[in-house]
């Protein structure tokens, strides 16, 4: 299996510009998470699926985020418009249903908003 | 809600030292616990898990963790640190109720092990 795949995995965009942000799951999971990580705020849990559909999205942090599971094998999370805070590693991941499952993680995408 | 508190943001040691990694939780019922590793420019990659089976658990690389309720502790330790254990250690808990689904991540140690 090729495990998460993520891409692109380096972006660097100027402020203000749109940028879209993708996934695909390992075949067969069933949850599918989009993590952010940075040196202030650690690690963060924005948005999580089940079965394609969003199930918690209290972690985006404002409207200028979206992210959408149009089908099992594809995840996109965009950021219109982008901002230097936005600067940042998004990760993907996900697992099999099962409560106890570990969750597989993608290499990341660093995103740079100038 | 379930969270877990990780002691120590930055942990030093030599080569062949004992390592010990802090994680206390805070969960309303037994929780499931987990320790993921993050080597540089990756993403994370789970070492082990306890989910209320043995309270000693063993993972890769030679890690192990030892639940215990009565400190509310989930320790990572590896008797003998070798250079490829430089990373950074997140602690986690999963959820439940609303929140079944997802992990709740501690805010990381890195590890540097000292030649």
């Known amino acids: 299996d090729a495990g998460v795949i993520q891409s692109p995995r380096h972006e660097v965009t100027e402020m203000g510009q749109e940028v879209t942000l993708r996934c695909k799951p390992i075949?067969?999971?069933?949850?599918l998470f989009w993590y952010r990580q940075t040196m202030m705020r650690g690690l963060e849990l924005l948005i999580y699926f089940n079965n394609n559909v969003p199930i918690d999205d209290s972690g985006m942090p404002e409207d200028r985020f979206s992210a959408k599971m149009p089908n099992a094998s594809f995840s996109t999370l965009k950021i219109q418009p982008s901002e230097p805070r936005d600067s940042a590693v998004y990760f993907c991941a996900s697992r099999p249903s099962g409560r106890t499952n570990e969750q597989f993680f993608g290499p990341g995408t660093r995103l740079t908003v100038l | 809600a379930q969270s877990v508190t990780q002691l120590g943001s930055h942990v030093s040691v030599s080569e062949g030292a004992l390592v010990l990694l802090r994680c206390n939780y805070s969960s309303s019922v037994p929780p499931y616990l987990f320790w993921y590793v993050q080597y540089p420019n990756q993403g994370l990659q789970l070492l082990l898990k306890?989910?209320?089976?043995?309270?000693l658990v063993k993972g890769i690389n030679g890690f192990e963790a030892e639940f215990k309720k009565s400190e509310t502790s989930f320790h990572l330790t590896k008797p003998s640190a070798h250079m490829s254990d430089a990373a950074e250690y997140f602690c986690?808990?999963?959820?439940?109720?609303?929140?079944?689904?997802?992990?709740?991540f501690g805010q990381g140690t890195i590890l540097t092990v000292h030649p």
């Open positions: 306890y989910t209320s089976a043995a309270t």
């Open positions: 075949s067969g999971h069933d949850y």
């Open positions: 986690a808990v999963i959820g439940v109720g609303t929140s079944y689904g997802k992990l709740t």
